[in-house]
């Protein structure tokens, strides 16, 4: 990264130069006053910062490079459309930079065959910059906050001063509507300073997560693709102030894809009942998300009943066209590139040296996750300067364009009067952004729906005044729903919701034997211990299946799941609905196919 600290982009009276090149050609930068070398490398796993150095222009000539940060960290990296983005953080101490507040920085990044040096490449030849921000106004409490109990107190004051000076002549009625307006607004207005100054400050370069950059908006965005062949194709850059750093983030695809999971999820839990039976067993476990065209991987092993390796094959009957399997046992991959979206069933077969079969049947969830929301920023119509523009109408991009963000809204469905605007982001188990889940709203078809963009944000227009249910789902997840109270005319925020895949470990229930099984579920563990979920089918066990037309149809088998929602820290978050009692998050969803 190229920071210049004394002027725009290549107008600084010194520094050095520099080249930076994609596939159209090579940019010649100037004015460079400092350069940021952040040394990657990648394997399957991920990226990893190996060290960061800076150096210093002098005399037109690059000094010796100093050392930022040294030793390895692991990057973090999120997935859409199976194409894997590495966020390439770091933090640069503003002591080595020795900038002053209210000096502009401008950034360039260059990589091997890519380059970011405007906002938004091919649309102009702006700066990519930031402003220092003053030490006092990015504290984390700038000015003494005003509760709500003061506020609400402080109004009702206003008011009775207000009564009193309309009763005596001496105060206009609008005039109290204005100061009142006037202070609440400047409370709101410090809480949200204060908000922002706090948020900056929880920015890390070592948590492997970009959810502390929620609500950071892009300095500059590249198109895809526009590399040289065979390197990173820069997508973004991020930066902000905290703490006396420069935080900045990098995002780029080095190439790496998803493989739809794991190749292999872990070694499948067996009950005592089925480590006791003559039949062969699957001792491992696939991915159950997938995306549409890209490569879908699952490394399978199967013993028999004294544990050696024994052949799977596909049973062609009841699974896709498409899936293949190779190598040889224990080495067997099954693969597959789903062409159509939705949840399809894959059947496994293995076969011991008796003759004796087992099968492993499961339902793959395919999302196509390559034509997402863009932000919202891109497409808001500018409101013309010194017009009073209605609040529907500033918003009415988002579901009134030819691709709109939100689709299939029913004509005529949102009112002047009552408009507003949902808000809020997603995010996977581990704590990054989900792209791709869909928004709805329960009960109101006429809202149409919309997606999770990269950043696992969304936004949505509804008719406020009330309570609305927020429902969100995503292809092989489990859905959720929260509860949003709307106002009118006005944006309204949705806490964060977690949305966990169905649990890849189940049992087969054989109710043909007339002899007690169990459901054996993978041992979970996190802050409150290790635990396992454990369901006994006795003897005699019926089961009878309701279809869709009414009729009814006995089962012989079953395959069952359980999904715990509530592991980890973030376990409130994943619940399906809000707990209303305290204390009370525990949650499981048992499946039966």
């Known amino acids: 990264m190229y920071i210049d600290t004394d002027g725009g982009a290549n107008s600084g009276p010194t520094g050095c130069s520099a080249t930076v090149q994609d596939a159209s050609g090579s940019q010649t930068l100037s004015g460079i006053d400092y350069q940021v070398h952040i040394d990657t490398t990648q394997d399957t796993t991920g990226a990893t910062v190996n060290a960061v150095t800076l150096a210093t222009c002098s005399n037109n000539a690059w000094g010796s490079p100093a050392p930022v940060e040294s030793g390895a960290r692991k990057l973090a990296s999120t997935t859409a459309a199976g194409k894997i983005t590495e966020h390439i953080e770091a933090a640069i101490p503003m002591a080595q930079l020795g900038v002053k507040p209210g000096q502009y920085l401008t950034l360039n990044v260059g990589a091997s065959g890519d380059y970011l040096i405007s906002p938004v490449s091919g649309q102009g030849n702006g700066s990519i910059g930031l402003t220092v921000p003053n030490p006092q106004a990015s504290s984390a409490t700038p000015v003494p906050l005003m509760s709500a109990a003061l506020i609400a107190a402080l109004a009702a004051a206003m008011a009775v001063a207000g009564w009193w000076g309309i009763k005596t002549g001496r105060i206009k009625d609008n005039a109290v509507v204005a100061i009142c307006t006037i202070v609440l607004a400047s409370s709101a207005l410090v809480t949200g300073v204060v908000s922002a100054a706090n948020a900056l400050s929880k920015l890390s370069i070592h948590d492997t997560s970009i959810a502390d950059w929620a609500g950071i908006s892009a300095l500059a965005t590249d198109p895809e693709g526009d590399n040289v062949l065979n390197t990173p194709d820069l997508m973004a850059l991020y930066g902000a102030f905290s703490d006396g750093q420069l935080f900045i983030r990098i995002d780029a695809n080095a190439g790496r894809t998803d493989s739809g999971g794991p190749v292999v999820s872990g070694n499948r839990d067996l009950s005592p009942f089925e480590k006791a039976s003559d039949l062969p067993r699957f001792v491992s476990v696939p991915g159950l998300t997938a995306q549409v065209h890209a490569d879908w991987k699952y490394q399978v092993r199967a013993v028999d009943s004294q544990g050696t390796p024994v052949a799977v094959e596909v049973v062609g009957a009841s699974t896709p066209a498409g899936v293949t ?248 978050q994943t619940m399906p609905g809000v707990a209303h009692h305290r204390g009370l998050h525990l949650g499981r969803q048992l499946l039966c196919r």
Request: aromatic share 8%.
């Open 325 to 572: 399997i190779s190598g040889a046992a224990p080495e067997q991959m099954v693969r597959w590139a789903p062409s159509t979206t939705g949840m399809h069933r894959i059947t496994l077969l293995a076969r011991d040296g008796n003759g004796k079969t087992q099968t492993q049947q499961f339902l793959l969830g395919v999302n196509d996750d390559g034509k997402l929301p863009p932000d919202p920023k891109t497409r808001a119509t500018p409101l013309p300067p010194n017009v009073l523009t209605s609040f529907k109408d500033s918003t009415k991009f988002l579901y009134d364009d030819t691709d709109p963000i939100q689709k299939d809204v029913a004509a005529g469905t949102i009112d002047p009067i009552r408009a507003a605007v949902l808000r809020g982001r997603i995010l996977d188990k581990n704590g990054n952004p989900l792209a791709g889940a869909t928004i709805k709203i329960q009960g109101h078809p006429e809202y149409g729906y919309t997606q999770t963009r990269v950043d696992g944000w969304f936004d949505m227009a509804v008719n406020g005044g009330g309570w609305l249910t927020v429902h969100v789902e995503k292809t092989g997840y489990l859905s959720a729903q929260r509860k949003v109270n709307t106002p009118w005319r006005d944006w309204a925020f949705a806490d964060d919701v977690v949305l966990i895949p169905f649990d890849n470990q189940y049992s087969q229930i054989d109710l043909t034997r007339n002899e007690l099984q169990t459901y054996w579920g993978g041992e979970n563990t996190d802050y409150r211990g290790a635990r396992r979920t454990t369901i006994v089918f006795p003897a005699g066990t019926k089961a009878v299946a309701e279809m869709a037309d009414g009729s009814t149809q006995n089962l012989e088998q079953l395959t069952v799941r359980v999904s715990e929602y509530t592991i980890g820290e973030n376990g409130p």
